[in-house]
């Protein structure tokens, strides 16, 4: 939209407009280049330019889209998670430890995992596995004695072994018990090897829940054992002599929980039942209140979906708090506490930086609007050029009046008007293809100057409610070299919200509102919720595209669960994958690089052997060649294409 005067937007509109301001600290802002700004350690010095880093990738032949993974980011959250319950401990003067442990299922990237590992020894920081092959992860990875190894989710016998087995290795693997039967096949597995393993218990809360996943709690939650079951298994252990074995207490409210109070009221109840399972004679120790540290995705700093009411300080200071009142009340020694954060830890570090590879609007094309001969033109469409014509010069007056956008409404319903009358005399047939297409050309030309006068009025200038959708109507598609389903799935299974906009052109106004269609052949692949400052919106603010030149969008705060979730929907295999680490001289590292999928690896996926489908191929094009409907050069041409494209990524290579 056109815009009078002298334009005075600036880094710090787009800043605001995107949220960067609020939902980025500490890690992403805006430069003076109106490129986004990465500071992987937060305020402790070190940046880099987002768009200088991308165009160095390229450089190294790594094609977008691509996934950034910045290792001082996911160090950065490590440390900033204990920072803040080493405050909330000396604030409380809690005598006990924080110990936490990282859920392999929110990222189980080789990488990720190791990384976490490297960063978190000194915290004796450990991993939480839900499967037999996270498990597997977690008891290789997991070499530091003292860390702890939380065993959850279904185990059959197998799992149960491995993990006392794994006490002999020296690690320290906590077998939380999730279902009621699950304790006699730890009983058998002990009786069998001799050996007890660490026991935890999970607890089903009566507490309330809260938000998506807030069926994780109450008695109808999938996991945890209830009060009278938890009282069963207490007396089963006790029979067993493995009673000096359970050491954990465990719940898990269910992820992103929005609402502190909804924390707060698990924790107390939890605290109760720790504290009576040491009046029942179990010795404990530790008290793991699991994952749901939620992230503040759109800096609204509430309790909805896309944000949380409190802060990582917060939440550190309520756990310890409530713990800590919960068994001086009782005087039992403060347990360890443990907690199982996912995605506050790894939701930051990833970054997805996608190029658009087009863009489409409404007809509004100058070209169809010049007039053929007068006298050919049929009076709907002449109308319609009549009503374009008088847009140029309708006059508005004074526009603080209520009335003053009358004569657009006006023109804007005669339109309307037009249009149907062509479509109307289309189907009749009196008016043909051409001229149809004319007038629905001057029906969106129409729309535009609306949209442009009404783009020059003052923000406070009353806008009829019809007016108001003309911008969402004339928005724009662009085309985006990304598959939603591969590399952000929740925006489309759950309507998760991330923060995506421009990476570079920040210091210039966006003019066009739009929003994103992805490579796959659904409609539901795409981008179109976005976040906004109150409600969240169905389009974005983004800049036109111009001729030559990229127009790279990032999507933020990706780094816990879109990978693993992601899936192959029409054959778009992973993206390329780059950790990068700053080096002290002010620049950085690719410390690894992990390759995207071929077109041969995601068809090989699904069965299909790639020599085959060559062969079948070579077979067709000598019969179209005996027959003499393709020549050799032809038949070489289209091997070449197929070679190519098999070692190729799935997406679109310039
Ligand atoms: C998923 C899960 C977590 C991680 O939750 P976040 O909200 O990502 O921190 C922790 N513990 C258990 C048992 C889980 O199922």
């Known amino acids: 939209m056109g815009f009078s005067g002298v ?31 990465v500071q992987p350690r937060g305020e402790r010095g070190g940046a880099l330019d987002l768009v200088e880093l991308v165009r160095g990738l390229r450089g190294r032949d790594l094609a977008l889209p691509l996934l950034i993974r910045f290792d001082d980011i996911l160090e950065d959250r490590l440390e900033r998670l204990h920072a803040a319950f080493a405050r909330a401990i000396a604030q409380y003067g809690y005598d006990g430890r924080y110990q936490g442990v990282f859920p392999v299922k929110c990222n189980q990237q080789r990488h990720v995992v190791e990384q976490l590992m490297e960063s978190g020894r000194r915290w ?121 074995d359970l050491r954990l207490l465990h719940f898990h409210i269910g992820s992103q929980i929005n609402d502190i109070a909804v924390l ?8 109760q039942l720790y504290v009576e399972l040491i009046r029942l004679g179990a010795p404990m120790g530790l008290l793991d209140v699991g994952g749901g540290l939620g992230i503040d995705y759109d800096g609204s700093r509430t309790a909805t979906t896309a944000s949380t009411n409190y802060s990582l300080q917060n939440y550190a200071n309520d756990v310890v708090a409530t713990v800590r009142e919960c068994c001086e009340n009782a005087r039992v020694p403060v347990p360890t506490l443990v907690s199982e954060s996912g995605r506050a830890i790894a939701s930051h570090f990833s970054v997805l930086v996608f190029d658009v590879l087009g863009c489409g609007q409404p007809p509004t094309g100058a070209a169809l609007v ?20 008088h847009l140029g010069s309708v006059d508005m007056g004074d526009p603080s009046r209520p009335t003053s956008c009358e004569p657009l409404q006006e023109a804007w319903n005669d339109a309307i008007k037009f249009k149907e009358d ?175 999928d071929t077109n041969a690896a995601v068809l090989q996926a699904m069965e299909h052997d790639p020599q085959n489908l060559k062969e079948r191929l070579r077979q067709a094009s000598e019969e179209a060649i005996a027959a003499g409907r393709l020549t050799i050069d032809a038949a070489r041409r289209l091997t070449q294409h197929l070679e190519a494209s098999l070692g190729q990524t799935t997406y679109l290579e310039g």
């Open 422 to 596: 062509a479509l109307t005399a289309f189907r009749l047939g009196y008016l043909g293809l051409r001229e149809r297409a004319r007038a629905e050309t001057l029906y969106w030309a129409c729309g535009l100057a609306i949209a442009r006068r009404l783009a020059d009025l003052p923000a406070d200038t009353p806008i009829p409610e019809e007016l108001r959708g003309l911008r969402a109507a004339l928005a724009s598609t662009y085309y985006a070299n990304l598959s939603v389903f591969r590399s952000a799935p929740d925006t489309w299974a759950i309507q998760q919200l991330f923060p995506v906009l421009p990476i570079h052109r920040l210091e210039e106004r966006p003019d066009r509102l739009g929003h994103f269609a992805d490579l796959t052949c659904d409609s539901d692949g795409k981008l179109a919720r976005f976040i906004g400052s109150g409600a969240d919106k169905s389009l974005l603010e983004l800049h036109g595209l111009r001729p030559g030149e990229p127009y790279w969008i990032g999507l933020f705060l990706a780094g816990a669960y879109q990978e693993v979730m992601g899936n192959l929907h029409n054959l778009f295999g992973r993206t390329n994958a780059v950790h990068i680490r700053l080096t002290p001289g002010g620049g950085y590292r690719v410390e690894h690089v992990v390759r995207a």
């Open 264 to 271: 707060k009221d698990a924790l107390q109840e939890a605290g």
């Open 370 to 389: 010049e007039p053929c001969s007068e006298a050919e033109e049929p009076l709907i469409v002449r109308n319609l050029r009549d009503t374009l014509a």
């Open 124 to 244: 004796h920081f450990g991993l939480e596995a839900g499967s037999k092959a996270e498990l597997l992860i977690a008891l290789a990875l997991v070499e530091d004695p003292e860390a702890l190894l939380i065993c959850n989710g279904y185990k059959d016998r197998r799992y149960i072994e491995t993990s006392i087995l794994a006490r002999r290795l020296g690690r320290q693997p906590v077998v939380v018990i999730e279902q009621a039967d699950e304790v006699e096949r730890i009983i058998a597995a002990s009786q069998e090897l001799g050996a007890a393993p660490l026991i935890g218990v999970r607890a089903k809360l009566a507490s309330r829940g809260s938000g998506r996943w807030g069926s994780s709690v109450g008695e109808g939650a999938k996991f945890g054992l209830s009060l009278p079951d938890l009282l069963t298994t207490v007396e089963v252990l006790r029979q067993a002599e493995l009673l000096p």
């Open 7 to 37: 334009d005075t937007w600036s880094v710090a509109d787009s800043a605001s407009l995107y949220g960067l301001d609020r939902w980025g600290e500490p890690y992403f802002s805006v430069n003076a280049r109106g490129h986004v700004l």
